[in-house]
């Protein structure tokens, strides 16, 4: 993905695909619980979120 992961200080994040009346419904999502570490993605827009301070995964932008 071109577009990096947004950093999320807890352990939830909450996408709406920006926008105001443009996005989409508020998806909450859930960080760290299948891959700790590992970027969530939004299913409505693909925006992809990590918890911050964790970037040991990222290399050049992709997993692993």
């Not at 994040?13 to 105001?20: L, S």
């Not at 999502?29 to 409505?44: A, E, I």
Request: contains cysteine.
């Amino acid at each position: 993905n071109s577009v990096p992961p947004i950093e999320v200080d807890g352990h939830v994040a909450v996408c709406d695909g920006g926008g105001g009346a443009l996005g989409h419904p508020v998806e909450y999502l859930q960080l760290d619980t299948v891959v700790p570490g590992s970027p969530v993605t939004c299913k409505y827009c693909g925006l992809r979120y990590v918890k911050k301070g964790n970037h040991d995964h990222l290399v050049s932008g992709s997993l692993y």
